[in-house]
């Protein structure tokens, strides 16, 4: 997955690479300035030495402000790389889409597809530009500053060794307990997406029958369920940050406490006191942006699962493969039969309209069939090997019931299910080369 969604930066790989080394020299000039106000401090201010003084000051100055030019070419690079990024992403999944037939289309739904080009090409966006730049940047701190509070002082420093597993651990079963929950959401977003294609498509239908109440009802429904979710997601990512004030404050405390006590035994000078708390700053700062990271992070890793699947997708698979529109009779009281041994491996469901098209008319007007409400079940069979079949609903239809189980073997003439209310049509799929239309279709 990772290989895959690497392969859209492209000719971005220039601003790829200079962001995390502009952003690694940012963060070396401030490693560097808590040493600079630790000697300006104990060899300047407290032996009132003032051209040492001035002198330490310039080189404060300098630090700052090279660690700022640093700092603006890290986020230009970050912000072209993560654009072009994008860019190259929705341009591939858009370029795949192109080629798909609708058993591919079907697999995803239209409101899945557009909440992939959309949302979750906006969550890789901004999570990428944050590995680039921010999940360099905070390891890197962490690692400078962890070295130079064990040279300033070995037996404070053991005070992080503490910490920063308590920390480690809590923010690791936060994302696990948020990442089933962003996943629900996102699956959610495409049955929100479908409803307002559904009520935009049939608006002239909807305030002809008066059914205006019916679908701000349908509306809320999906979108009351993203809040919870959504609600219960963010306040399990939530608790990071209290966790982190914990971890901080602690440290804090205990290197104030036991840094009293060395100054007054002369065993640490006051400046190094500073620069230390410094460090302890930087180094639990560093660890809240990981925190940061790990939150986006676990939000993009359901994108990227979500988009990898998009591009991973077989649209050849059917191409050039028989097709068949069948017409179901009354007298088998609507039934869909299985028409080979095998297994039916996946459903998913399409909603749409109930348009009352008959099967003669969906290979000629492909539309009709793409506004109406589908059913659709990938069949692997014995002697046609995987099949698409696609139950299309009709006016005065209501559900498509299905009676065989998925996942376990079903006999040639088993019922697969059946339409509620009348008869409708069913499209089948083969790829290419399984099926001989004259001999098969009569035997």
């Known amino acids: 997955m990772i ?43 407290n032996a009132g030495n003032m051209p040492y003084l001035i002198k330490m000051g310039i080189f404060l100055a300098l630090s700052a402000g090279i660690s700022m030019l640093f700092g603006a070419l ?24 192109q080629t798909f037939s609708f058993a591919n289309i079907d697999k995803f739904s239209s409101a899945g597809i557009v ?61 696990r307990k948020a990442h089933p929950i962003f996943e629900r959401v996102f699956l959610t977003y ?53 966790l982190m004030q914990l971890c901080l404050y602690t440290c804090m405390l205990l290197i104030s406490w036991i840094g009293a006590k060395l100054i007054v035994g002369s065993s640490m000078t006051t400046g190094q006191l500073v620069s230390l708390i410094s460090y302890a700053m930087q180094i639990l700062m560093s660890l809240m942006m990981l925190s ?27 191409e050039g493969g028989a097709a068949y529109c069948l017409r179901l009779e009354s007298g088998h009281h609507h039934r869909v039969y299985c028409f080979d041994d095998g297994v039916l491996e996946e459903e998913n469901s399409v909603p749409g309209r109930y348009d009352s098209v008959h099967a003669a008319a969906l290979p000629h007007v492909p539309g ?18 995987t099949a698409m079949l696609v139950e299309v609903g009709a006016m005065f239809i209501g559900s498509v019931v299905r009676q065989a189980p998925l996942g376990e073997p079903v006999r040639r003439g ?27 279709l009569l035997a």
Not at 300 to 313: F, G, H, I, K
């Open 190 to 242: 495409d049955k929100l997406n479908n409803v307002v294609q559904e009520n935009l498509r049939g608006i002239r239908v909807v305030k002809s029958f008066v059914r205006e109440d019916h679908e701000i009802e349908k509306f809320g429904k999906v979108s009351d369920t993203i809040y919870r979710d959504f609600s219960r997601a963010e306040k399990t990512v939530a608790c990071n940050m209290p």
């Open 3 to 45: 290989k895959r969604l690497a392969s859209c930066v492209r000719e971005f790989k220039r601003d790829s690479i200079l962001a995390p080394l502009c952003v690694t020299m940012e963060v070396v000039m401030e490693v560097v300035i808590p040493l600079l106000m630790a000697r300006l401090i104990d060899n300047g201010i």
């Open 74 to 97: 890290s986020g230009r690079f970050a912000a072209r790389a993560s654009a072009g990024f994008a860019r190259n992403l929705r341009h591939d999944l858009y370029g795949k889409v």
């Open 414 to 440: 088993d019922v697969k299910g059946w339409f509620c209310f009348g008869g409708s049509s069913v499209l089948l799929f083969f790829e290419p080369g399984r099926v001989r239309p004259d001999a098969d």
């Open 115 to 175: 909440t992939r080009l959309t949302t979750d090409v906006t969550n890789l966006q901004n999570a990428y530009q944050m590995i680039i730049r921010v999940a360099v940047r905070a390891p890197v701190m962490l690692l400078f500053s962890l070295g130079m509070a064990f040279s300033i002082s070995a037996r404070l420093s053991l005070v992080f060794l503490c910490v920063i597993p308590v920390l480690g651990l809590g923010l690791f079963l936060l994302a």
């Open 368 to 385: 009709l069939y793409a506004k109406n409400h589908r059913v659709i079940t990938r069949y692997r069979t014995e002697q046609f090997g």
């Open 292 to 318: 940061m990271i790990l939150v986006m992070v676990t939000i993009a890793r359901t994108s990227a699962e979500r988009t990898a699947e998009l591009l991973d997708e077989d649209a050849s698979r059917f």
